[in-house]
């Protein structure tokens, strides 16, 4: 199994509906997550951090982490056009600090 | 967070050339990493940068192909040794905040895109 695990989609999702992204890590990453947007041809920018079991909300954006069952999830309320991009989720590395990442997830939003 | 600029910001360069990568940081840092992006695919890293130390490297990156320098807690260069078409990939610089905290959260520069002919 790989560290962490997304599927590469694209999800499609209407204007206006909920998104939610997926992600699975195996025991050989610690329990600090990262969720980064990437728009085509631009870096990869941060918008939610979580290391506790629960949920973790920032305006329209919810992470979610589930420790028993590992896995981690971004939901995205009220998707809008903008938010189209590829998400990626990142862990980090147990005993050392450098972050795996997944392979990422590609969002499409529709108007 | 910190801002965190690169130079350049893209190049096109030939093979069996070298190229040196800027990385430069608004405020002082600890880590400083850098990764690959290659066309289509997630993050790679290289390498970790610690100043006053040598640079850590990832399985598969020798520091004959990509040197690191920092000579200080503001600024961190790589350089592309021997290139070829292979190397043409995003480079991205990224530092992390919180250090000495649980946080680890880590921030990108806007990344340099490196062609090789």
């Known amino acids: 199994q790989k560290e962490v695990e997304q599927n590469s989609g694209p999800l499609s999702v209407p204007e206006g509906a909920i998104a939610s992204l997926n992600c699975t890590y195996s025991?050989?990453?610690?329990?600090?997550f990262f969720w980064y947007r990437q728009y085509s041809g631009k870096s990869p920018e941060l918008i939610m951090s979580?290391?506790?079991?629960g949920d973790k909300e920032d305006g329209r954006f919810t992470a979610q982490l589930n420790k028993a069952s590992q896995y981690v999830s971004l939901l995205i309320r009220d998707s809008q056009p903008s938010d189209s991009a590829t998400y990626l989720c990142?862990?980090?590395?147990?005993?050392?600090?450098?972050?795996?990442f997944g392979t990422g997830t590609r969002l499409l939003v529709s108007p | 967070s910190a801002v965190i600029s690169q130079k350049p910001s893209r190049d096109i360069c030939q093979r069996g050339t070298s190229l040196t990568i800027q990385c430069q940081v608004d405020?002082?840092?600890?880590?400083m990493f850098w990764y690959r992006q290659q066309p289509g695919q997630s993050l790679t890293l290289i390498a970790t940068?610690?100043?006053?130390?040598?640079?850590?490297?990832e399985s598969g990156f020798v520091i004959d192909k990509f040197p690191i320098s920092r000579p200080n807690l503001t600024f961190s260069t790589l350089t592309v040794s021997n290139m070829s078409p292979e190397d043409s990939s995003i480079y991205l610089c990224?530092?992390?905040?919180?250090?000495?905290?649980?946080?680890?959260?880590?921030?990108f520069g806007p990344g340099t895109r490196l062609t090789v002919l």
């Open positions: 979580i290391y506790s079991n």
């Open positions: 990224s530092v992390e905040e919180g250090a000495g905290s649980s946080y680890n959260e880590q921030f």
């Open positions: 025991d050989r990453v610690s329990q600090s």
């Open positions: 990142a862990a980090l590395g147990r005993g050392f600090q450098k972050l795996v």
């Open positions: 405020s002082q840092v600890t880590m």
């Open positions: 940068a610690n100043q006053g130390s040598e640079a850590t490297y």
